[in-house]
């Protein structure tokens, strides 16, 4: 199916999406109850983009986000009272924003749409090695752990799982997002977990439990 030029943005202040990964979202703000029934009866994508710290700006569109966010598709759809929803999407491809369009109750943006991997790309198998160890010092919980062991998981999901999954500030996950290839994805993720896993290591000085301080 040929992907739209044109999509509803959903702007949130901390979510960066990444394909094949799963986003529930509960919507309840009316312009975006209205979006919600517009993609619901046209089988369209949603497009997650994260909000600057500055928060929404409707009078200077384009400014107050960032450019470049993932489109999820909805794939499960449970109406409240009032008009309110509880949606899944499930990413599905990075986007470009080339203009910003106010012409709905909510925002939509014409979009350039990035380049998948290839159909079963692999990583070097350094790099997916070395990812998995680190990923595995990182996270605390039994459960990640058992996903690193799952052997079917392809290295795409794999990168973009533990992008999105990971306890990382959120502008350092849309960093990874912007990265151009899985490769560099996988290689910024790398990076960025060794700094906070350097940075766990660091004892402040002046610290009483520091073993140089007499």
């Known amino acids: 199916m040929p992907l739209p030029t044109i999509v509803p943005l959903f702007p949130l202040p901390n979510v960066v999406l990444f394909p094949q990964v799963l986003l529930p979202l509960h919507i309840f703000e009316p312009r975006y109850c209205e979006m919600v029934r517009d993609v619901a009866a046209a089988d369209e994508l949603v497009g997650m983009i994260l909000l600057r710290p500055c928060g929404e700006d409707l009078s200077d569109p384009g400014r107050d986000v960032y450019a470049v966010g993932c489109a999820g598709r909805m794939i499960r759809k449970i109406d409240l009272p009032d008009g309110r929803s509880n949606i899944l999407l499930q990413g599905a491809r990075e986007f470009v924003v080339r203009e910003s369009l106010l012409d709905r109750s909510y925002r939509r943006g014409a979009v350039e749409w990035l380049p998948a991997p ?10 997916r090695a ?10 605390p919980e039994e459960r990640e752990r058992r996903i690193l062991g799952d052997a079917t998981l392809s290295d795409e999901t794999l990168v973009n799982l533990f992008c999105f999954a990971l306890d990382l500030p959120i502008a350092e996950k849309q960093s990874l997002l912007e ?5 560099e994805r996988g290689a910024r993720l790398l990076e960025t977990l060794d ?12 610290d009483p439990n520091d073993p140089r301080v007499q």
């Open 179 to 183: 990265a151009p290839t899985i490769d």
């Open 118 to 127: 290839a159909s079963g790309h692999r990583l070097e198998p350094s790099l």
């Open 130 to 139: 070395t990812l998995v160890e680190r990923i595995a010092r990182f996270v």
């Open 195 to 206: 700094f906070h896993l350097l940075e766990r290591k660091l004892v402040l000085p002046g």
